[in-house]
């Protein structure tokens, strides 16, 4: 009934920008938080940034001043800006929303995830 899709993931060099995009869509009825984590290679998935519906935001610390999120209600999208990518920056990256459906309740959804890879 709901899907998230994430597009904009992609090879890139040290230093480089990327910029990824999350459309929510289905039978939505109130999208809240919205949020970007990632998981590396023989790691724990990990909170990157989050957002609200208000627009107030969270950053994990080492994303601090690097990476932007952002998003557009109308559309039930969310994105998240990376800048001064580092070879560490290199995971599969998840969108994840709390979102209400229409005459149901509110539930956690998960993209697919896309790959982002830094090459040093």
């Known amino acids: 009934q709901v899907r998230l899709v994430e597009s904009g993931g992609g090879l890139v060099q040290a230093g480089g920008s990327l910029r990824l995009s999350c459309a929510a869509s289905?039978?939505?009825?109130?999208?809240?938080?919205m949020a970007w984590y990632r998981q590396a290679p023989g790691k724990q998935r990990e909170l990157v940034a989050s957002?609200?519906?208000?627009?107030?935001?969270n950053y994990a610390d080492s994303e601090k001043g690097r990476f932007s999120i952002s998003r557009d209600n109308a559309k039930n999208t969310v994105y998240l800006q990376m800048n001064s990518l580092k070879p560490e920056d290199t995971a599969v990256y998840y969108c994840?929303?709390?979102?209400?459906?229409?005459?149901?309740?509110?539930?956690?959804?998960w993209g697919q995830g896309t790959q982002v890879t830094v090459s040093s």
């Open positions: 994840n929303a709390e979102i209400q459906i229409r005459f149901g309740r509110l539930s956690v959804y």
């Open positions: 289905g039978r939505i009825f109130r999208v809240n938080d």
């Open positions: 957002i609200t519906s208000g627009g107030d935001t």
